[in-house]
């Protein structure tokens, strides 16, 4: 748990920086804005950037910007600007926003989830099933910690890594 706070904290100072330069256009001031204080969706942003990366290298491509998984039809290169990768982030979390806004303010916790992991791990097709996360929400119970935490693995192995970065983001996007 403390490293999980230690992130948090180091979380919130690279951010503020950041987001103080991007408001006003300058050095951000000596004051500190709680990372808190933001918006659910400014803190998905942040969140997501910090642990990211950025993806402007061919080594990346398919992703792009702050992991843009470039789709057929998209005309986009692994030399975009940062200004250019921020508004592509922001336009997919807009759009899983509105894909999971039925579940209310669990909205942005679940667009930031599906942002790695792809909408149909969580809502299921017709050759997966809905996951538990979303079956609890949809039966009214909010107590998803355990159903969150457990999207950390990749290949069938615990990534200690994701794990940390799932409970940075519910820490920041879960809503009482």
């Known amino acids: ?19 103080g330069q ?9 004051a500190v804005l709680p990372l808190y204080r933001l918006p659910p ?5 942040l969140c997501t950037k910090y642990h990211e990366g950025w993806h402007g290298e061919k080594k990346h491509w398919p992703y792009v910007g702050w992991g843009h998984r470039v789709l057929p039809g998209e ?3 692994s030399g975009i600007t940062k200004s250019q990768g921020d508004s592509i982030l922001r336009a ?15 909205s942005t916790l679940l667009s930031c989830l599906a942002y790695q992991v792809g909408p149909y791990r969580l809502l299921g097709s017709k050759d997966q099933p809905k996951s538990k996360l979303i079956q609890k ?7 998803i910690y355990e159903e969150y935490i457990s999207f950390r693995c ?8 994701i794990e940390k970065r799932r409970k ?6 879960f809503e009482e």
């Open 92 to 106: 997919d979390l807009m759009k899983l926003c509105r894909l999971f806004r039925r579940f209310g303010r669990d």
């Open 22 to 30: 991007e408001k006003r256009g300058t050095r951000a001031s000596s």
């Open 41 to 45: 969706l400014e803190r998905a942003i």
């Open 137 to 143: 929400l949809e039966a009214g119970d909010r107590d």
């Open 1 to 19: 748990m403390r490293h999980i706070q230690m992130i948090v904290v180091l979380l919130l100072s690279a951010v503020t920086v950041v987001y």
């Open 154 to 161: 990749y290949k069938g192995r615990i990534i200690p890594s």
């Open 168 to 173: 940075v983001e519910y820490m920041l996007l």
């Open 75 to 77: 005309r986009f290169t």
